[in-house]
């Protein structure tokens, strides 16, 4: 009776051993791999001749800290992608002190204007006064062409992560289920688990959620805003993309989608509802507030600068009515068309010799029939007078030149962008905080070694007592 | 039994974060040491970045308006040595005329005379000076010269003249043809425009007004005492004797009485000159100004970025030899 007890303790240690051995074997082999949950192994003392059972595998995580790295994750991916949107838009638009920017060109056009009235009989300088202002109508048409670049970008953005997330959310859908049947079957689901840890931290990055759980190892995915994504069945989250965005296209107009979560939609005052905080959120803000506001900035300047060459006072020989030296497409500019004006700023047909004008009107005026005396330099002071004029944009803000102007727009662009980027230094800090808290509680190899050598020796001493039961029980078959 | 572990990850995040940091603190340090700027201009100026901005722009509108002024300073030169031109000639001329009366030998007339019609001629000619393709003495219209040719206005003078017996008729004559508003002169003498003065920009608020043209009081009595003196022996209206003299020596005075009022434009031009040289200076001064503040603004400090670079070098070479002595001690290389 002891004797066959004995035998059932020895084997449940070489059973016990050899389950640690596997266990150990699986630590090491993913020591390097992110997501994995330290198993170990759960003993207790068999209940009626003691030996070894195996209670189970126990996945290690501490669930409060990936909950918190998560949100922290969330958070920091949405500002990358906030601050690697906002670093090119500067560069698109010229950073400050730099040679293109916007108010590099208006300085220019400046001095060249100078330079004509200096001798406005020199064609030369005609020519190049001509010439800076192509440059600065281009440098308008293409701050717009970046700006609706970036939101077409947006768009698609959101439309790539609607995706991802509807495929991430069918995952742990489909894990799920699998967890609570292994629960209820009794089986290892250690690694089920890993995978359902690894898809909700995608759907993390692009929208911040909180676990709940629920019965036999299920999880409830809900939004930090209070969207539930999953519970049970995941819901589909919807969204149309424009894959081409004009200036006055916006969420308000109707002209872009927002989501829709299983047909309805995520939000009526904005696109995003209540998914906001990750990646998601900022993309929208990207398309339906920052960019939106650049576009606003932009035409603002754009604006500006039509007006200050159309004014009768400045250029007698335009009519009430008429387009002054920068035309909004060729017609004159009307109030109530300030979208999109940057977009379409183009030098006055008179007065540009590749659309049919001459250069002599850059001298005597946008509405000359005929070139007046070669060295009169009215106009010429009349033009540099106005574009050092000081004029209040008509969005706000203090008057000043136009070259100012230009100068504080574009900088506006860049403290926005220094702004972004000091709240994702931030933000990196405190994620790379909990993340490292959380990798610390990962594979340690050396651990895992020294378990090993502890399971060598319980191994071997296991061996030793079946070998010695089997002598025992020799000695008694001689007898 | 839980123990206490670190995971193997927890290590590598660490050292790879710190990696990255000291890395992009390298390449920012080493791209100001070999550019002498700033990396992230925004970033570095903050809130002066407008200031900025203002500097750049009153660099180059400073430099075109230098340019300006030292152009119309050159300009205003030639228009004195011309105008100088203009003067000596007559002040020549007085000198032969003065002094003739009837007696004088005929000879010595004839000279003067002749004298008078080269004074027209160079006078003309002076007043037509053009500098780098630019008429100087034509008002705006500087791409057509500012007088006709001496041979034609004497021509039509001589044609008004025709019919006079004395010196009185001749100047009277001569004065009408210059003298009428919308007259010959001002139709066929005089071939610039009229409507202003010549205006240079030479700086923000300021502007070099160059009012001195060929139609000034001044230049006309000028020639048309050279005219008087160039008729006395024109044989189409062949005077002799008496009125050749008088009307020789009416030049001489006319030359002696309007040369005050030649000095005055030519005083009223080196007044412009001086205001010119002044915005010169000025502009030259603010633009080395200007510059020194924009270098203070963008310029990387070549000492803090070379000891920068030092430190952080040493930091990389001894984050590197810490991460390989960390790499050894693992139990699993002394389990062999």
Redesign the interface.
């Known amino acids: 009776m002891s004797l066959s007890s004995s035998f059932s303790n020895a084997l449940s240690g070489l059973n016990a051993s050899s389950r640690m051995a596997e266990v150990i074997s699986s630590n090491v082999a993913n020591?390097?791999t992110?997501g994995y949950g330290?198993r170990?192994v759960e003993l207790s003392v068999r209940y009626p001749f003691g030996g070894v059972q195996i209670d189970g595998i126990a996945r290690?995580v501490d669930r409060g800290l990936i909950a918190d790295r998560r949100m922290s994750e969330s958070r920091m991916a949405g500002q990358q992608d906030m601050v690697r949107s906002l670093t090119r838009l500067?560069t698109l638009l010229g950073?400050?002190?730099g040679d293109t920017s916007l108010?590099?060109r208006?300085?220019?056009l400046?001095?060249?204007l100078?330079?004509s009235?200096?001798?406005?009989?020199s064609s030369i300088r005609l020519a190049m006064a001509g010439d800076r202002l192509s440059d600065l109508a281009d440098a308008l048409r293409d701050g717009q062409a970046s700006i609706r670049t970036l939101r077409q970008e947006a768009d698609r953005s959101i439309a790539d992560q609607v995706k991802t997330l509807n495929t991430s959310l069918r995952e742990v859908e489909e894990l799920n289920r699998d967890i609570a049947k292994g629960k209820v079957t009794g089986s290892d689901i250690s690694s089920l688990m890993d995978r359902r840890q690894m898809a909700v931290d995608r759907i993390a990055a692009i929208v911040p959620v909180r676990e709940m759980d629920r019965q036999n190892g299920v999880i409830a995915l809900v939004s930090k805003q209070g969207a539930i994504l999953i519970d049970g069945p995941a819901v589909t989250v919807g969204f149309t993309a424009t894959p081409t965005i004009m200036p006055d296209m916006s969420f308000v107009s109707g002209a872009l989608s927002g989501l829709t979560i299983n047909g309805d939609p995520a939000g009526p005052a904005h696109g995003i509802g209540r998914l906001d905080g990750g990646t998601l959120g900022v993309a929208f803000t990207l398309r339906d507030n920052k960019l939106v506001s650049a576009q606003a900035g932009l035409d603002a300047v754009a604006r500006d600068l039509v007006e200050r060459f159309a004014d009768p006072a400045t250029d007698p020989t335009l009519t009430l009515g008429m387009a002054g030296l920068l035309t909004d497409g060729g017609l004159a500019f009307d109030p109530l068309n300030e979208v999109g004006l940057a977009g379409r700023i183009a030098v006055n047909a008179a007065v540009d010799p590749d659309q049919g004008g001459d250069l002599f009107r850059l001298r005597d005026g946008v509405g000359a029939v005929a070139p007046g005396?070669?060295?009169?330099?009215?106009r010429l002071?009349a033009w540099?007078a106005a574009l050092?004029a000081p004029r209040a944009l008509s969005t706000g803000g203090s008057p000043a030149?136009a070259?100012?102007l230009a100068?504080?727009y574009?900088?506006g662009i860049?403290?926005e962008?220094?702004a972004a980027?000091e709240e994702l230094t931030f933000t990196t800090a405190r994620w790379?905080v909990l993340?490292?808290?959380e990798?610390?509680?990962?594979?340690?190899?050396?651990?895992e070694?020294?378990n090993l050598?502890l399971l060598e020796q319980s191994y071997a001493a296991n061996a030793r007592v079946l070998q010695t039961l089997d002598l025992l029980i020799s000695t008694l078959m001689e007898i | 039994m839980?123990?206490a572990?670190?995971?193997?990850?927890?290590r590598q995040?660490?050292t790879q974060?710190h990696n990255t940091q000291i890395r992009q603190e390298l390449d920012r340090l080493t791209r100001e040491m070999s550019t002498g700027k700033v990396a992230d201009?925004?970033?570095h100026?903050?809130?002066d970045?407008?200031r900025?901005?203002?500097i750049?722009?009153q660099l180059?509108?400073d430099?075109?308006?230098l340019?300006?002024a030292r152009?119309?300073g050159q300009l205003l030169s030639v228009m004195q040595v011309a105008l100088g031109k203009v003067d000596t000639t007559g002040t020549d001329l007085a000198a032969k005329l003065i002094g003739i009366n009837p007696e004088t030998p005929p000879a010595q007339q004839i000279a003067a005379s002749s004298a008078g019609a080269m004074a027209f001629a160079d006078m003309v000619a002076a007043l037509n000076t053009s500098f780098?393709?630019?008429t100087l003495f034509?008002?705006?219209?500087?791409?057509a010269p500012a007088l006709a040719s001496a041979d034609i206005m004497l021509a039509s003078i001589r044609a008004a003249a025709i019919g006079s017996v004395s010196a009185a008729d001749v100047t009277a004559a001569v004065d009408a043809w210059f003298d009428t508003p919308g007259g010959s002169f001002e139709t066929i003498g005089y071939l610039g425009?009229v409507?202003g003065p010549?205006?240079?920009?030479?700086d923000?608020d300021q502007?070099a007004e160059i009012a001195a043209r060929a139609d000034a009081p001044a230049i006309r009595d000028q020639l048309k005492a050279a005219a008087m003196a160039a008729l006395a022996t024109d044989p189409a209206l062949g005077l002799g004797g008496v009125p050749r003299a008088n009307l020789l020596a009416d030049a001489g005075l006319r030359l002696a009485a309007t040369a005050e009022s030649l000095a005055y434009l030519r005083a009223d031009l080196g007044l412009t000159e001086q205001r010119v040289e002044t915005a010169t200076a000025q502009l030259a001064a603010r633009s080395t100004a200007y510059g020194i503040m924009r270098n203070e603004m963008?310029s990387a400090n070549p000492y803090t970025t070379a000891s920068g670079l030092q430190a952080v070098q040493i930091q990389l070479e001894t984050h590197y030899a810490v991460t390989a002595r960390m790499a050894n001690l693992?139990?699993?290389g002394y389990?062999r």
């Open positions: 020591a390097l992110e330290r170990q290690l500067e950073a400050a002190g108010a590099a208006v300085t220019k400046e001095q060249a100078v330079s009235a200096g001798d406005p009989s005396p070669v060295g009169d330099s009215t002071d540099v050092g030149s070259a100012i100068a504080s574009v900088s860049g403290a962008r220094l980027e790379s993340k490292q808290a990798l610390a509680q990962g594979v340690d190899t050396d651990i070694m020294q050598l | 839980t123990m572990s670190i995971g193997d990850l927890s995040f660490i974060r201009l925004t970033a100026l903050g809130a970045q407008l900025l901005g203002d750049d722009r180059a509108v430099n075109a308006y340019n300006v152009n119309t780098g393709g630019t034509g008002g705006v219209a500087t791409d425009n409507s010549v205006r240079r920009g030479i923000a502007a963008t693992s139990l699993v389990l």
